[in-house]
C-alpha cells in the first residue's frame, strides 16, 4: 500500500486534515448524506461560501470541485466535488467520478493543502456500484499522487462497513 493513503471507518465530519471533501449537489445548498451531515457541522459560514460561489459561477458542474471554509469542523477547507448519478453512459459516469477526485486534488495542490480526506462519492443516492467506485476512487488518487508529491496524505472515510471492505482489500490492508 502507498504509504501517503489511509483508510478509516468513521465520520468525515470528525477528521483532523487540511480539507475534507464533500460529495456535494451542483446546487452546493447541502442535501442528504455526506453533504447535509458537513453542512450541519460546519455550520453556516460553509453555506454562506457556498452562496457567494453560486453567486459568481452559477453553482459545481459534475466531476468539477470548489472549495470554501470549513466553518465549525476539524479541518481548514472543504473541497465539494459532484460525483456523476449512475445512470444511462456508464463509461462517461466512470470518467466524471474520476475527475471528481482528481479536480479535488488539483484544488487542494492549488491551496497548498497536505492531508484531504475523501467519502465514497456517488456511492449514496447517486447509485454508483460501490465496488467500481471505489477501484476509480483508488486508481484515481494513486495516479495522481505518482504525478505530484506535494500532498502528504490521502484518507478514505468509509461510513459504512461495506464500502471499508471494498478499499481494505483494494488498498490490501487484509
Same mark, same amino acid.
Given at each position: 500500500?502507498?504509504? =501517503?493513503?489511509?483508510?478509516?471507518?468513521?465520520?468525515?465530519? =470528525?477528521?483532523?486534515?487540511d480539507a475534507i471533501v464533500n460529495a456535494a449537489n451542483s446546487s452546493l445548498l447541502g442535501g442528504g448524506g455526506v453533504d447535509g451531515a458537513i453542512h450541519r457541522a460546519g455550520g453556516q459560514a460553509i453555506l454562506d461560501d457556498c452562496i457567494a460561489i453560486r453567486n459568481r459561477q452559477g453553482g459545481c458542474k459534475t466531476g468539477e470541485a470548489v472549495i470554501t471554509t470549513a466553518g465549525k469542523l476539524p479541518a481548514k477547507y472543504v473541497i465539494h466535488t459532484v460525483g456523476p448519478v449512475y445512470n444511462g453512459n456508464k463509461a462517461e459516469k466512470e470518467q466524471l467520478l474520476a475527475n471528481a477526485y482528481s479536480n479535488s486534488l488539483k484544488l487542494a495542490v492549488e491551496h497548498d493543502i497536505k492531508t484531504i480526506a475523501f467519502p465514497n462519492i456517488s456511492t449514496g443516492v447517486y447509485h454508483f456500484p460501490k465496488p467500481r467506485a471505489a477501484q476509480i476512487a483508488v486508481a484515481t488518487v494513486q495516479d495522481f499522487l505518482k504525478q505530484n508529491n506535494s500532498i502528504m496524505q490521502v484518507t478514505f472515510v468509509c461510513f459504512d462497513d461495506e464500502n471499508y471492505?471494498?478499499?481494505?482489500?483494494?488498498?490490501?490492508l487484509t
Open positions: 500500500m502507498n504509504s =501517503k493513503l489511509k483508510l478509516v471507518k468513521g465520520d468525515i465530519t =470528525k477528521i483532523e486534515a471492505s471494498l478499499y481494505a482489500d483494494l488498498l490490501q
